[in-house]
């Protein structure tokens, strides 16, 4: 009974940390390493990093001006 819910426990983390890898290993273009806007430059406001979790490469400007263009194109 301990020894197959340990094996499940073993498989669930394996699962877990080739999930982790394969999210690692994807190309992430659209996130700035280092908080700065890819556009203008400026730093990307704390709070907007916050709640996007750092997941923005664009200072809320730019990222408006970059919706608009592609809402446009589309
Ligand atoms: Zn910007």
């Known amino acids: 009974m301990i020894d197959e819910i340990d094996i499940a426990t073993e498989r669930m983390e ?26 203008c430059g400026w730093a990307i406001e704390p709070a907007r ?4 979790r750092g997941c923005t490469a664009r200072c809320v400007r730019c ?12």
Do not use: M, N, Y
């Open 14 to 39: 394996r699962d877990l940390a080739a999930a982790l890898e394969a999210h690692a290993a994807r190309p992430v273009a659209q996130v700035s390493s280092d908080g700065l806007c890819i556009d």
């Open 63 to 74: 990222a408006a001006r970059f919706e608009t263009a592609q809402r446009r194109r589309a």
């Open 49 to 52: 990093l916050a709640a996007l």
